[in-house]
């Protein structure tokens, strides 16, 4: 961590607002297209479901596409501040990738479709929409845990990324189900509580098993959570973590309530969650954009192509955090039937 301070101090300070910059995108991502993905995979299937599946679409209508500008944010400072790591970070991850881009596009065409297509084929295009959230989360995980072991090729590390996977789909099906507790009524909201206490419990086998294998495989990320003093602070991290999984399941044991009191609170804490988690895999890695391989200054664009980009990025950034907030304070409020004009 010296060196990361000397480095900073010596002016060379440009890297670390990108690194903070992409950080930023993939976690507001993760948050955002995490709800509208998981509210994807928990559309029921059912010849009677088609009133809730129209609801939870309509819960996601206004924001879905919107979600995914953070991703393209996030890929694209990768590229433009750090292409050498983007060369080695897509290339490791190019079919994995790929399988995510298909399933984005399977969402795309079937959000319109369904709308559009003979009565008779709406049920197929949900499941279309279905099959493309699940592909899309299963390929995130991998990905994830792809990038955690290193990208490592044994048996062992296909495994975690297996885990990884489902891990990253146990979390995006929590917070998409207590959006769905936040933005619905009556027996839907009461179908999303179950669904949220499932997939909490579920998410939170995902994080313990992140946390226990990721220092085991990366010797600097051992020695950096468990150093002393450090270790004092930065283990309140999985603590925080932990107790907040705990508390939102027993909160959503006594949902819903009069009035329907505290039923934002669930979305909320599992995006505090997020954060969280976030932040831990962010103090694992830095100043290591590549793990084991690239720090952010070795990877780094020239100084004066990034001094060239941060203009650009000053002005894109806010525009694109104003006009998000916009549309969350627009579409506020329970989700109503679906109506398309």
């Not at 009677?48 to 939870?56: F, V």
């Not at 220092?215 to 468990?226: H, K």
Request: proline share 4%; with cysteine; net charge neutral.
């Amino acid at each position: 961590m010296s060196d990361v301070v000397t480095t900073m101090a010596g002016n060379d300070w440009l890297p670390v607002v990108f690194i903070g910059l992409m950080g930023l995108a993939v976690v507001v991502y993760a948050i955002l297209d995490g709800y509208d993905l998981g509210v994807g995979i928990l559309l029921p299937m059912g010849e009677a479901d088609e009133r809730q599946r129209d609801i939870m679409i309509a819960s996601i209508g206004p924001f879905w596409d919107a979600n995914e500008t953070w991703l393209v944010l996030a890929i694209g400072v990768l590229l433009i501040a750090f292409p050498t790591a983007h060369s080695i970070v897509l290339t490791n991850l190019y079919i994995p990738a790929a399988i995510m881009l298909i399933g984005l596009i399977m969402r795309g065409v079937a959000f319109d479709f369904r709308a559009k297509a003979a009565v008779d084929h709406k049920l197929a295009w949900d499941r279309t929409f279905k099959l493309g959230s699940l592909i899309t989360t299963l390929a995130q995980g991998y990905m994830l845990g792809q990038y955690v072991m290193g990208f490592d090729r044994s048996w062992s590390a296909f495994y975690f990324c297996v885990v990884s996977a489902l891990g990253v789909t146990a979390a995006y099906t929590y917070i998409g189900a207590t959006w769905l507790v936040m933005k619905t009524e009556n027996a839907l909201q009461q179908r999303a509580v179950k669904w949220s206490i499932q997939a909490g419990r579920a998410a939170l086998l995902g994080v313990v098993a992140v946390c226990v294998v990721n220092p085991l495989v990366n010797p600097g990320v051992f020695d950096r959570w468990f150093t002393f003093p450090l270790v004092m602070f930065v283990l309140l991290i999985p603590t925080l973590c932990f107790i907040a999984f705990i508390a939102n399941d027993i909160l959503l044991r006594r949902l819903p309530k009069a009035d329907d009191r505290h039923c934002s609170l669930p979305f909320y804490t599992v995006v505090g969650i997020f954060i969280l988690s976030f932040s831990g895999l962010a103090f694992s890695f830095f100043p290591e954009i590549v793990p084991g391989q690239l720090d952010i200054w070795q990877a780094a664009s020239a100084r004066e192509s990034l001094q060239f980009i941060l203009v650009g990025a000053v002005v894109v950034v806010p525009v694109i955090l104003l006009y998000t907030a916009f549309s969350y304070r627009v579409f506020r409020g329970k989700a109503t039937d679906l109506h398309y004009y």
